[in-house]
């Protein structure tokens, strides 16, 4: 049976979401499962890839619902992953609440024939299993995050899965930073409630005060539906403080592009801000995102170069067509988009390839709507570049 938030008992599985309004353990639950892993790794938790200046990797977010729409990205992935070194899945990869034994059919399966490793962040509904699963098969930490010697999953279904695809290399924890000879790459975990905790912030200024070309994948995105989240300001600062290129979130199920000018010391520098959550889960709308002339943000900053996809008019015909297009639109933009989301084409997924050379980053978008050779002919939707 297909996966679908019709379902009472996906709800039900995710309840997390629900008991983290009231109360949210999740800073709590995530220095218990870093402590085992600083045991493990020390505590700078920096993946050495050193090795590479001349590079290429595919960034996707928020995937694993194991349908129809997750499938038909992997094909284009495929083809376009050849010539990359790795792979990072930014937010939610397994749904509705990233257990282990999901990862089979939502992780494994569908991504058995990429040869490199992949890497992840978690995204909400990775929390919502405590990241036990998300440790499991990301961290190859097998234990319970208090009782070191509890194992958390079965030795021999975990030895099937990883018959099926596994990694060279496994990340050293759940946030943590990857080091290029030419790019760092900074990856941080805001779990539930779109929080960092402290811990987590200290080792974040240690990583970023470096000279280095950096990026930032958050399972949350700062910008995104035309507003500034200001839970993340304390991030949006040291991204600004120490230089980095670009922002990339998920969680929000879409594409979604800002250029934000920065004026520092006399002099002009732009932020690139992504959205890049449209890897396999149901669509988020964009018909409802104000016009970017009429955004308004903290301190009056201004955007340029807003773009969404799909588009404002494809959004509305995709949910038009989902039998709800009778009701006003202050009803129908209120609506969960997941009881209105069709496993049918067209798709709407993306998902970006980032070109990394001594002089210049490009972040390539590809657009996936049906299955077929001239979606897995197309080249990028979009190319940007940054020095």
Same mark, same amino acid.
């Not at 299993?129 to 097998?142: A, E, K, P, S, Y």
């Given at each position: 049976?297909? /996966?679908?938030?019709?379902?009472?008992?996906?709800?039900?599985?995710?309840?997390?979401?629900?008991?983290?309004?009231?109360?949210? *353990?999740?800073?709590?639950?995530?220095?218990? %499962?870093?402590?085992?892993?600083?045991? +493990?790794? =020390?505590?700078?938790?920096?993946?050495?890839?050193?090795?590479?200046?001349?590079?290429?990797?595919?960034?996707?977010?928020?995937?694993?619902?194991?349908?129809?729409?997750?499938?038909?990205?992997?094909?284009?992935?495929?083809?376009? @992953?050849?010539?990359?070194?790795?792979? &990072?899945?930014?937010?939610?990869?397994?749904?509705?609440?990233?257990?282990?034994?999901?990862?089979?059919?939502?992780?494994?399966?569908?991504?058995?024939?990429?040869?490199?490793?992949?890497?992840?962040?978690?995204?909400?509904?990775?929390?919502?299993?405590?990241?036990?699963?998300?440790?499991?098969?990301?961290?190859?930490?097998?234990?319970? +995050?208090?009782?070191?010697?509890?194992?958390?999953?079965?030795?021999?279904?975990?030895? $099937?899965?990883?018959? &099926?695809?596994?990694?060279?290399?496994?990340?050293? *924890?759940?946030? /943590?930073?990857?080091?290029?000879?030419?790019?760092?790459?900074?990856?941080?975990?805001?779990? &539930?409630?779109?929080?960092?905790?402290?811990?987590?912030?200290? %080792?974040?200024?240690?990583?970023?005060?470096?000279?280095?070309?950096?990026?930032?994948?958050?399972?949350?995105?700062?910008?995104?539906? =035309?507003?500034?989240? @200001?839970?993340?300001?304390?991030?949006?600062?040291?991204?600004?403080?120490?230089?980095?290129?670009?922002?990339?979130?998920? $969680?929000?199920? *879409?594409?979604?592009?800002?250029?934000?000018?920065?004026?520092?010391? @006399?002099?002009? +520098?732009?932020?690139?801000?992504?959205?890049?959550?449209?890897?396999?889960?149901?669509?988020?709308?964009?018909?409802?995102?104000?016009?970017?002339?009429?955004?308004?943000?903290? =301190?009056?900053?201004?955007?340029?170069?807003? $773009?969404?996809?799909?588009?404002?008019?494809?959004?509305?015909?995709?949910?038009?067509?989902?039998?709800?297009? /009778?009701?006003?639109?202050?009803?129908?933009?209120?609506?969960?988009?997941?009881?209105?989301?069709?496993? +049918?084409?067209?798709?709407?997924?993306?998902?970006?390839?980032?070109?990394?050379?001594?002089?210049?980053?490009?972040?390539?978008?590809?657009?996936?709507?049906? /299955?077929?050779?001239? %979606?897995?002919?197309?080249?990028? %939707?979009?190319?940007?570049?940054?020095?």
């Amino acid at each position: 049976m297909a /996966f679908s938030w019709g379902n009472p008992l996906n709800w039900l599985r995710s309840y997390r979401h629900l008991t983290a309004y009231i109360w949210d *353990n999740t800073d709590k639950k995530r220095k218990e %499962w870093v402590r085992a892993q600083r045991e +493990r790794h =020390g505590d700078d938790f920096v993946l050495d890839r050193t090795d590479l200046e001349r590079f290429s990797f595919l960034l996707l977010a928020d995937t694993g619902e194991g349908d129809q729409s997750q499938r038909v990205l992997v094909d284009k992935l495929l083809k376009e @992953g050849k010539s990359t070194e790795f792979a &990072i899945i930014g937010s939610d990869v397994v749904y509705p609440a990233g257990r282990s034994h999901h990862y089979l059919a939502r992780f494994h399966m569908p991504y058995r024939n990429y040869p490199k490793d992949i890497y992840a962040i978690p995204g909400n509904h990775d929390w919502y299993d405590v990241l036990t699963g998300f440790m499991i098969h990301f961290c190859d930490n097998q234990f319970h +995050r208090k009782k070191r010697n509890e194992r958390t999953v079965d030795e021999t279904k975990l030895r $099937d899965m990883r018959a &099926i695809r596994s990694n060279e290399t496994y990340q050293p *924890n759940m946030y /943590f930073c990857l080091d290029t000879a030419s790019l760092r790459i900074v990856c941080v975990d805001t779990g &539930i409630r779109t929080h960092i905790d402290d811990d987590q912030m200290a %080792w974040l200024r240690r990583v970023s005060a470096t000279d280095k070309r950096k990026i930032l994948i958050t399972g949350d995105p700062i910008y995104a539906n =035309g507003k500034y989240d @200001g839970r993340l300001a304390e991030l949006d600062q040291i991204v600004k403080n120490y230089g980095y290129l670009a922002v990339i979130g998920g $969680d929000t199920h *879409n594409y979604q592009q800002y250029r934000v000018t920065l004026t520092a010391v @006399g002099s002009k +520098r732009d932020v690139w801000y992504f959205v890049n959550g449209g890897g396999g889960a149901f669509l988020s709308r964009t018909d409802h995102i104000t016009e970017s002339s009429a955004m308004r943000f903290p =301190g009056d900053v201004r955007v340029s170069d807003f $773009d969404v996809y799909p588009d404002r008019e494809a959004s509305k015909g995709f949910f038009d067509s989902a039998g709800m297009g /009778f009701l006003p639109d202050f009803i129908r933009w209120r609506m969960p988009v997941a009881l209105l989301n069709k496993d +049918r084409p067209p798709y709407y997924k993306s998902f970006m390839k980032i070109v990394v050379r001594k002089t210049f980053i490009e972040f390539q978008l590809f657009r996936v709507e049906n /299955f077929g050779q001239p %979606w897995l002919d197309a080249g990028p %939707w979009k190319r940007i570049r940054v020095s």
